[in-house]
C-alpha cells in the first residue's frame, strides 16, 4: 500500500485494517477513474467519508493561438474579399476625347500636361 496512507492504518483499530484496506482500495480506483485530487476522511472503524472532489485538470489544448493570416488594416480595406488581379494601367484612347484642334493631335500625351485658362 502506498505510504502516505500509514497515518490512516495508525489511526485505525488493527482488528479493522483489511476494511480500511478495501475502502482505500476502493477509493483509489476511483480517483484514477475520474482524475481529480480527492478529500476524504477515517474514523476508527476504517469507514472513509469523500468530503470534497476537485476540479476536472484542464486539458493541455484548450486554446491555442493562431496569428491571423491578414492584418486588421487590410482585412478593413476595401476590395478584401475580391480576388486579385493584375493591376491595369490606365490607358489613354483617343476617342474618349477627341481632340479640337489639329496641332495637339500630332503630340499625343502632351494634352493632358498643358495647363488650360484660369
Not at 475520474?34 to 467519508?49: H, P
Not at 472532489?53 to 491578414?70: F, H, I
Not at 486588421?72 to 475580391?82: I, K, N, V
Not at 489613354?92 to 493631335?105: E, R
Request: proline residues 12%.
Amino acid at each position: 500500500m502506498d505510504p502516505r496512507y500509514r497515518s490512516l492504518f495508525q489511526h485505525v483499530l488493527p482488528l479493522l485494517w483489511p476494511w480500511l484496506w478495501w475502502n482505500l482500495l476502493r477509493l483509489d480506483a476511483y480517483r484514477r477513474r475520474v482524475n481529480r485530487n480527492i478529500l476524504f476522511q477515517t474514523d476508527r472503524m476504517g469507514n472513509i467519508r469523500i468530503l470534497l472532489v476537485g476540479d476536472a485538470p484542464k486539458p493541455d489544448d484548450l486554446y491555442s493561438y493562431e496569428a491571423p493570416k491578414v492584418t486588421s488594416r487590410d482585412r478593413l480595406a476595401p476590395g478584401f474579399c475580391l480576388p486579385e488581379t493584375q493591376p491595369e494601367m490606365p490607358t489613354c484612347i483617343s476617342m474618349l476625347a477627341p481632340h479640337t484642334h489639329p496641332s495637339l493631335a500630332r503630340i499625343s500625351g502632351m494634352d493632358a500636361l498643358v495647363r488650360g485658362p484660369p
